[in-house]
């Protein structure tokens, strides 16, 4: 929320200094500003929004939690964004204050870029074409890792005080269980997740269960650790989900993200009344979504932190939905807004005009994101560094594609 609400800030601040760059004054350019950005704003803000309405009618638990975070800060930041910063700028004009909105070095940053995204957009369509195929045949040989959300079974993060072998403890445990569990380093190497299928379609066997869990991993316990003790102080958390309830939350995955899909493809088609935009907008996010899941694919068991796909990674899906047609939305705003002004260029001239000119924001937009993400990842512990791993990869596609997958097909 926090990375995402700096975007209509930024749309705002590029507006205003346009304005200012076209000689206006500065209660002239503020008030042009944000009345050039608000259909932008909305556009950008709805395709989110309504990915954020599929996450919470599709989600479950946290994932409910998540989407409802996300709407609210989605409202919250555009009425902040469009009401109270313009009440201050007000505030602070009729006290005679000295705004800007840029310094020096940067006031002439991609000013006047004129570079050909159209010209060059095959050579992007090979790139993404390798990339694509690589993850494909990586889901294919390799496949993926899904999380007990999608298989259904226990799961156990337990801590230890020393440094563990995973592969010493599966074997015990197997020895334990009567079958094999999967064993992973979570986080450090005093830490591991443990994910058994045990008795799974019985009800009332947690206890036993958790019996079984303390008698495999007795010998890397100190000799005093009691059952008690073991389940309180080092299982960090636990988590059980049943094989039907696995099955209808991958169901629901695959409903959420077609459906988001779906309704972002109308609500553009409907906003700028050509399905042209529709099409290259939703080509455009079906080719970030297979990108993340290729790469999560591929980078699977090299990373040293979970990248399990859970409820979890279909949230970052999502999310990475919103965030990349929100940048789709901003060069199709500018496009429909130069369309009417430059109706004797060709279409491709208007379109690397466009695309130019949305280049500050797209770039100060992004980079706010992903000092967010990166701080999540870096601080958020070893739970959430996985989807903050697949956002991460999301926001940076998402942004290439934006220009050279939906602007491009639209052409």
């Known amino acids: 929320t926090m990375g995402m609400a700096v975007d209509a ?145 226990r799961s156990y993060i337990i801590r230890f005080d020393k440094p563990v072998i995973t592969e010493e403890i599966a074997k015990d445990l197997n020895a334990s269980f009567g079958e094999l ?69 991958k169901i629901n995955a695959f409903f959420a993200v077609g459906i988001a899909l779906i309704l972002i493809f109308l609500y553009i088609f409907m906003r700028f009344r050509y399905w042209q935009y529709g099409f290259g907008a939703v080509m455009s996010l079906f080719h970030d979504t297979l990108l993340v899941v290729g790469v999560y694919s591929i980078f699977w068991g090299l990373m040293p932190f979970s990248m399990e796909i859970d409820q979890a990674f279909i949230a970052a899906i999502l999310t990475v939905i919103g965030f990349s047609v929100n940048d789709t939305v901003i060069v199709f705003d500018r496009l429909r807004e130069y369309i009417p002004l430059y109706r004797k260029r060709p279409l491709k001239e208007v379109l690397n005009m466009a695309i130019n000119s949305t280049l500050s ?27 903050m791993f697949a956002l991460l990869v999301g926001i940076g596609t998402g942004v290439y594609s934006s220009v050279f997958v939906a602007t491009a097909l639209m052409y």
């Open 361 to 387: 924001r797209t770039i100060n937009t992004t980079l706010t994101v992903i000092l967010t993400i990166v701080a999540m990842f870096i601080f958020g512990g070893a739970v959430i560094r996985g989807f």
């Open 9 to 153: 800030n930024v749309l705002i601040y590029e507006r205003i200094r346009e304005e200012l760059r076209a000689g206006k004054g500065i209660k002239l350019a503020i008030a042009d500003g944000y009345r050039h950005a608000y259909s932008a704003i909305i556009d950008s803000n709805v395709t989110t929004i309504l990915t954020g309405i599929v996450l919470y009618l599709f989600g479950q638990g946290p994932i409910k939690g998540f989407a409802t975070t996300l709407v609210i800060g989605i409202l919250t930041s555009m009425f902040t964004s469009i009401f109270i910063t313009r009440l201050i700028y007000e505030s602070l004009l009729k006290r005679n204050a000295n705004l800007t909105f840029s310094i020096k070095i940067t006031a002439n940053v991609f000013k006047n870029t004129h570079i050909d995204f159209i010209g060059i957009r095959k050579y992007f369509y090979v790139g993404s074409a390798v990339i694509l195929l690589a993850g494909v045949v990586s889901l294919f040989v390799k496949g993926l890792n899904p999380g007990i959300d999608f298989t259904g079974g």
């Open 181 to 249: 569990p999967q064993v992973v380093t979570f986080g450090s190497n005093k830490q591991i997740k443990v994910i058994t299928k045990y008795k799974i379609n019985e009800t009332g066997v947690d206890e036993e269960v958790q019996t079984k869990l303390y008698d495999g991993l007795k010998g890397y316990l100190s000799s005093n650790v009691t059952r008690e003790e073991f389940i309180s102080d080092y299982v960090k958390s636990s988590e059980t989900v049943g094989p039907v309830v696995a099955a209808d939350i």
